[in-house]
């Protein structure tokens, strides 16, 4: 059943999980410090804006106005850091990040919206991240944190490779998007979700894997219901 179709786009005021609604992108393969990333078209007041920040060399991004840190952290060489706002309803246009610690590299910026969230306080329960080693081909996440039902489980990966990249698969999760940095090749984003409707029987673990070796980074949130 398409939620977001039967109800028009409506928020939920309870029963249902959140909705991913799109997202926008920004790469930069130069060494400048700045990222411009665009809002989502569509915003709305109360939805949840999740920032997702790469870089492909060891940094460190500057929390950008207005929004809140979930994780940040560096492995193999990568850099990402997400973070979150509860949108006004007036953003628009490009919203302007730096990073710092590094001289080359690609950097590459993604802003998603989620409506039917909670409107009040932290909307997010962070799931277990388990850290991958170099060049294994897989990363795994679980729901051991979560509180309650109806939640959207977001996983969100950076993966790194020296010319093409292999065929990624997200174990009963929904790819909701999937982007090359152009400028070399050399980063691949994801974003995974599911429906986390009944916190008993749904355990949101997240099991990803690819065709081949290369490095990888990744976060998991569980977005709360309004």
């Not at 729901?143 to 950076?158: E, K, M, P, Y």
């Not at 698969?169 to 974003?191: E, K, P």
């Not at 599911?194 to 949130?221: E, F, P, R, Y």
Request: charged fraction near 10%; hydrophobic fraction near 30%.
């Amino acid at each position: 059943m398409d939620r977001k179709r039967l109800f028009f786009g409506a928020e939920q005021s309870g029963g249902y999980s959140p909705i991913f609604e799109g997202d926008s992108n920004s790469l930069n393969g130069s060494s400048s410090t700045t990222l411009s990333v665009a809002y989502p078209s569509g915003i709305q007041a109360d939805n949840i804006i999740l920032l997702w920040l790469n870089t492909n060399r060891a940094s460190t991004w500057t929390v950008p106005s207005g929004f809140t840190l979930i994780k940040t952290t560096s492995i193999s060489g990568f850099s990402y850091a997400l973070f979150y706002k509860r949108a006004t309803g007036t953003e628009s246009g490009n919203l302007s990040v730096t990073a710092s610690g590094y001289s080359t590299g690609g950097h590459f910026g993604i802003m998603s919206r989620y409506s039917g969230c909670i409107k009040t306080g932290i909307p997010y329960e962070e799931l277990t991240f388990t850290p991958i080693n170099n060049d294994v081909g897989s990363i795994t996440h679980s729901n051991s944190n979560s509180l309650g039902d109806n939640r959207l489980a977001c996983v969100f990966l950076t993966q790194g490779q020296t010319g093409n990249f292999p065929t990624i698969t997200f174990n009963n999760y929904t790819v909701s998007y999937s982007y090359q940095n152009g400028a070399g090749g050399n980063t691949r984003v994801h974003l995974g979700t599911q429906d986390i409707l009944n916190s008993s029987t749904d355990d949101g673990n997240a099991s990803v894997s690819w065709g081949g070796t290369n490095d990888a980074v990744g976060v998991g949130i569980l977005l709360i219901p309004n």
